[in-house]
């Protein structure tokens, strides 16, 4: 791999208001970390990113690799199949056992061939490479919206279905997807994981310390389209033009 990094092909802009307030979405480009945000209630400007990223790249963990899984009925004696020797998941074949082992052992041997960024798995390079094409082959039956992923078409279904599969252990509150959990149980574990490297600040959300951060850089990307006033803040953005405009 080179050492000189290409240039990246989508540059930061500012976001457009009209385009905010109509619903519609700017393409998102490689600095945004697939799942819905303007449809979705379960949803802040906080988590946006972290949401996107999944959708649009591919959630790199486990859950894809479930249904290769050999399911272990409790009080079987014997595992047939391929297991990981350091988490115990049998699989039933050698390949599916290689693919699972990258998640402990980091290994990214796909790399994108536009910006360099590397994946654990051939199908998350493919899907990633859409971001660059634009293309989008998965399209929603009910409202015709299409997406880069098979994962962002089965997420934004539950806007249309009211599903909400993920719940919180100890309060039972559901979720559309599964980073909203995640977010959520911090509010009973009192985790608050990202630090501003400025001030300390502590908290629950990368997008929540990415809006912070802002205050340190005084950083203002959205802008008013009308009288071209910035905010650093969406929901800033938002109520100006209410109030405003």
Do not use: W
């Amino acid at each position: 791999m080179s050492s000189r990094r290409r240039k990246n092909p989508h540059p930061k802009r500012a976001v457009n208001a009209r385009t905010v307030l109509k619903g519609e979405k700017e393409e998102p480009n490689l600095v945004l970390c697939s799942r819905i945000p303007d449809e979705d209630d379960d949803f802040n400007e906080a988590n946006h990113h972290q949401i996107q990223k999944e959708e649009e790249e591919g959630e790199e963990d486990e859950d894809e690799e479930d249904e290769e899984e050999i399911t272990v009925r409790k009080g079987t004696k014997r595992k047939r199949g391929h297991e990981c020797d350091v988490c115990e998941k049998v699989f039933r074949y050698p390949s599916y056992l290689a693919r699972h082992m990258r998640t402990h052992t980091k290994d990214k041997p796909y790399e994108c061939d536009v910006c360099e960024k590397r994946f654990s798995q051939s199908g998350h390079l493919q899907d990633h490479v859409r971001i660059h094409t634009n293309e989008k082959p998965y399209e929603c039956d009910v409202c015709d919206k299409a997406f880069r992923t098979s994962g962002g078409l089965t997420q934004h279904k539950r806007i249309h279905t009211k599903e909400k599969p993920y719940e919180c252990d100890v309060c039972e509150m559901r979720f559309r997807h599964s980073c909203n959990l995640q977010t959520h149980m911090r509010i009973h574990t009192n985790e608050k994981p990202f630090e501003c490297d400025v001030c300390e600040k502590r908290f629950r959300q990368s997008g929540s310390l990415t809006q912070h951060m802002r205050i340190h850089t005084n950083e203002k990307p959205f802008e008013c389209d009308v009288c071209e006033k910035r905010y650093r803040q969406l929901s800033g953005l938002k109520y100006h033009m209410r109030t405003q405009h």
